[in-house]
């Protein structure tokens, strides 16, 4: 008998033990990972792309570049080289400056309350709230319209006897009630109020990515030592933020300076020139007056603007990262 169990726990013993890998046995990950350490990518792997990118994009912003010191009619395959008179047109026409001047300020306003809408809203939504999910729906949905389709529901609720006013009116509040887009006090402040609202919710979502890779620990020690809310989001959130606040400002500056969309849809840069951009006064010149090389002149001026703008702003903002 005593042999018998033996045989038996010898037999259960066999079968339940897992042999285990040698050192010198190689996983198949790692024996794939070893085969490509060292291959170099052919450089002609990306020429389709490259070909691609120059046919869309380089080459004709070079001719655009090359139209703008020229006085090309748009048709003739002949032209002349201007020099700078172009450029002297841009920066003495009114039309220009005051476009120049509408687009800065529309870019300082879009960039600064975007960014504190956006943030405030992913702030409330990254609390314990039941509701959450669908109000980033909510909050978020405006994004996916076109800016076309959202310039035209605003000049709809922006009428005078649109939405807004029909509202006021029926509160009580008939003396507040304006023609918002047809009175120049008015109608660059209507088309930013448009602006906001559809992009708001795009600058939450990466604020709000950015808030959710924040450590708990951080958070529940700055507790622990006493910090209040405003000081725990000041010394600890917005620090650890920063990457998220450096994209959106830079996202919103270029954005707020390429503006055309909702100020076609609901101005079309009217009433006078209160809401022409540079957009806008390159549109018009472009394809409306058929003046293809001040529009070029324009838009290479614009280019430059918008290229100082950005990274001035974003070495600015690089740096208060770095520190």
């Not at 314990?128 to 529901?153: D, E, N, W």
């Not at 008015?186 to 450590?215: E, R």
Request: with cysteine; hydrophobic share 55%; charged share 10%.
């Amino acid at each position: 008998m005593a042999l018998v169990r033996r045989a038996i726990d010898e037999l259960g013993s066999s079968m339940f033990s897992v042999e285990q890998p040698s050192a010198t046995t190689a996983r198949p990950s790692s024996i794939r990972r070893r085969a490509w350490r060292g291959v170099r990518v052919p450089f002609w792997f990306v020429l389709p792309a490259l070909a691609v990118y120059a046919f869309v994009v380089l080459a004709p912003s070079g001719q655009g570049v090359l139209y703008a010191f020229s006085d090309w009619n748009g048709i003739s395959a002949t032209f002349d080289l201007v020099g700078l008179r172009n450029f002297v047109t841009v920066f003495t026409d009114p039309l220009a400056l005051a476009a120049l001047g509408n687009t800065l300020v529309l870019a300082a306003v879009i960039m600064l309350l975007q960014n504190l809408f956006g943030l405030l809203l992913a702030l409330a939504l990254n609390t314990r709230v039941r509701s959450g999910a669908a109000l980033r729906v909510v909050f978020f949905a405006p994004v996916v319209l076109t800016p076309l389709v959202s310039g035209y529901i605003w000049s709809y609720l922006l009428a005078p006897d649109g939405g807004v006013n029909e509202v006021l009116r029926t509160v009580g509040l008939s003396a507040l009630a304006q023609d918002w887009l047809g009175d120049p006090r008015f109608a660059l402040g209507a088309v930013c109020v448009a602006i906001l609202w559809q992009f708001s919710g795009y600058s939450m979502v990466i604020y709000l990515a950015g808030l959710k890779a924040l450590p708990a620990d951080l958070l529940e020690a700055g507790v622990v030592d006493g910090a209040g809310p405003f000081r725990r989001f000041f010394s600890i959130v917005l620090p650890l933020i920063n990457g998220s606040v450096v994209i959106n400002l830079l996202l919103t500056l270029i954005g707020g300076l390429g503006q055309f969309d909702q100020v076609f849809a609901m101005t079309q840069g009217g009433p006078g020139n209160a809401t022409q951009t540079i957009s806008t006064v390159i549109y018009k010149n472009g394809f409306q007056l058929g003046d293809y090389p001040y529009a070029t002149a324009l838009a290479l001026v614009m280019a430059v603007v918008v290229g100082v703008l950005a990274f001035v702003q974003y070495r600015l903002t690089a740096r208060q990262v770095e520190r």
